[in-house]
């Protein structure tokens, strides 16, 4: 299962550039990678740790802004069409299950 969340944050004061750059940090320290400029990816192994992330954005959430959470099965992401300028990239691959040592 995917986690993506979106969000529009206010930048125009220096602490509202702060917030958000902080609110993106943390979602780095929770192991989202950057899909675009106000869009984070996660891959969760349960639909459990799926809330649980959604339990620590929220509280990592800034004042202002708007931010949604959309989550998604590893069949509806494999099926996302990505384009690089006209080239259109590969399909995306679920990441395997990680292996224990």
Same mark, same amino acid.
């Given at each position: 299962?995917?986690?993506?969340?979106?969000?529009?944050?206010?930048? !125009?004061?220096?602490?509202?550039?702060?917030?958000?750059?902080?609110?993106? @940090?943390?979602?780095? =320290?929770?192991?989202?990678? *950057?899909?675009?400029?106000?869009?984070?990816?996660?891959?969760?192994?349960?639909?459990?740790?799926?809330?649980?992330?959604?339990?620590? !954005?929220?509280?990592?959430?800034?004042?202002?802004?708007?931010?949604?959470? @959309?989550?998604?099965? =590893?069949?509806?992401?494999? *099926?996302?069409?990505?384009?690089?300028?006209?080239?259109?990239?590969?399909?995306?691959?679920?990441?395997?299950?990680?292996?224990?040592?």
């Amino acid at each position: 299962m995917w986690m993506l969340v979106m969000f529009d944050l206010p930048v !125009v004061t220096k602490p509202e550039r702060k917030a958000a750059n902080e609110f993106r @940090l943390n979602l780095l =320290d929770m192991g989202f990678l *950057r899909s675009q400029l106000s869009v984070y990816m996660r891959f969760c192994t349960s639909h459990t740790q799926v809330q649980t992330y959604c339990q620590r !954005v929220e509280q990592a959430l800034p004042l202002g802004g708007q931010v949604n959470i @959309l989550q998604m099965t =590893d069949k509806q992401y494999e *099926r996302i069409i990505s384009f690089q300028g006209r080239k259109c990239m590969p399909a995306k691959k679920t990441p395997d299950q990680f292996d224990l040592f």
